[in-house]
C-alpha cells in the first residue's frame, strides 16, 4: 500500500512552497539502530522526498546507530530542539507518555492484516495518540505511528520452546512498566537497559535474555551473543515518529503538511520492510550459527489477555484495546 497525495497536498506543492522558498531547514533525524532496519529505510525515504519535494529546501541528514546518543538522550534532545526528528520504538518514549507503553503489551493483535488497519494513518488509534502526545504537552510533536517487525526472544543461555524454559532468567527489558510487567508474568526478571548497552550487557552476563525485532538482533549483531532465538512473536513492534515541537512550529504551514504527508509515507515503508527484512533474515541467521525454536505460544497467550485488560485500565486506554478486539 502506497499513500497518495491529496489534492490539498497537491495544491500546496504548486502554489504554498512559493511563498516560502527562501527558507532553509537542516534537520538532525536520529535512532538507535543500524542498517539494514526498518526505521533506516524510512529514514532514508524520508531524507530523499522531503529534498526532492521541497526543491532542496528541507535537507535530512540521518544519524544511526544511537551516533546522537541513546533513546533517553536522543528524546531529551528532541525536546530541546538540537534533534528534530526520532524514530524509535514506542516505549522508549514512554518515560513522557505513558500511553505509548501500551503498545509493549503482549499478542495484541490478530495477525499482520489485523496490525496494519488498527494503526493506519488517519485510524481511530492514530488519532487518539496524537490527541495524547499533545495533551502531555512535552515538547513532541506526533507525526505517525508504524510497525518494524514481530518481536521475539532471544537468550545467551539455552534454546527456549515453551513458557517453563524461561523462568528465572534475567530479561532486558526497554523503558516503561508495562514491558517489566509482562516479562515478570512470564516468569523472568526484567533489568531496563538502554538499546545502546544491550549487546555489552549480554556478553558480559548482566541480561541473560532480550527481546527484539528480528532486524534488529541482527543490525546489532545480538546473534553473536545471544544465539538462542525463539520465535515467540509475542509483539508487533509499534515504531513512533516524532518531531521536536520547536522545530516543528518554525516551518511554515505548507512544510508541515509536507512533512506530515511525507512521514505518513514513510510509515508505510516501516511497516512493509519490518516484514519483508524479518523473513530474510530469519533465512540467513541460520548461516550464522544461530539456533532458532518454535515456541508453543499457549501459556503466553493466556497470561497475556488479564495483564492487557489490567494495563489498559491502568492507562486509560480501554477505548483503543476495545478498538482493537473488535
Known amino acids: ?33 543500524k542498517a539494514p532496519h526498518p526505521w533506516i529505510s524510512s ?28 533513546d533517553e538522550v536522543t528524546l531529551t534532545s ?50 487518539r495518540f496524537q490527541e495524547i502526545v499533545r495533551k502531555h504537552n512535552v515538547g513532541f510533536e506526533y507525526l ?7 518481536r521475539n526472544m532471544s537468550n545467551r543461555l539455552k534454546p527456549v520452546r515453551s513458557l517453563a524454559d524461561i523462568k528465572g532468567m534475567k530479561m532486558r527489558v526497554p523503558g516503561g512498566p508495562v514491558a517489566a510487567r509482562i516479562w515478570k508474568e512470564f516468569g523472568t526478571l526484567p533489568v531496563s537497559l538502554p538499546w545502546t548497552e544491550l549487546y555489552t550487557a549480554l556478553q558480559t552476563g548482566v541480561v541473560d535474555a532480550c527481546e527484539s525485532t528480528v532486524p534488529g538482533y541482527r543490525s ?34 505548507a512544510y508541515q503538511t509536507l512533512l506530515r504527508q511525507t512521514v505518513a509515507e514513510a510509515a508505510v515503508i516501516c511497516t512493509e520492510e519490518g516484514v519483508k527484512m524479518t523473513e530474510a533474515i530469519l533465512a540467513e541467521l541460520g548461516k550464522k550459527g544461530v539456533q532458532i525454536t518454535e515456541v508453543d505460544k499457549s501459556e503466553f497467550i493466556s497470561r497475556s489477555g488479564p495483564v492487557q485488560k489490567e494495563e489498559a485500565a491502568k492507562l486509560k486506554l480501554m477505548d483503543v484495546l476495545e478498538a482493537i478486539r473488535k
Open 1 to 33: 500500500m502506497r499513500v497518495i497525495l491529496s489534492s490539498v497536498m497537491v495544491w500546496l506543492l504548486l502554489f504554498g512552497f512559493n511563498q516560502v522558498t527562501a527558507q532553509e531547514f537542516n534537520l538532525k533525524m536520529a535512532t538507535v539502530v
Open 43 to 70: 529514514g532514508l525515504y524520508l531524507q530523499k522526498t522531503l529534498k526532492e519535494k521541497s526543491g532542496g529546501k528541507i535537507n535530512v541528514t540521518l544519524y544511526d546507530a544511537g551516533r546522537l546518543g541513546s
Open 78 to 127: 528532541l525536546r530541546e530542539g538540537t534533534v528534530d526528528l526520532y524514530v524509535g520504538g514506542s516505549g522508549n518514549v514512554a518515560t513522557y507518555v505513558p500511553e505509548l507503553s501500551f503498545f509493549n503489551l503482549s499478542f495484541l493483535f490478530n495477525n499482520q492484516k489485523h496490525f496494519e488497519e488498527c494503526l493506519k494513518v488517519g485510524g481511530y488509534i492514530d488519532k
Open 144 to 150: 505517525a505511528l508504524a510497525g518494524g517487525g514481530l
Open 220 to 253: 546489532s549483531k545480538l546473534y553473536e551473543v545471544a544465539k538462542y532465538h525463539a520465535k515467540t512473536e509475542h509483539e508487533f513492534m509499534v515504531s513512533v515518529f516524532l518531531m521536536s515541537e520547536k522545530t516543528f512550529k518554525k516551518m511554515p504551514p
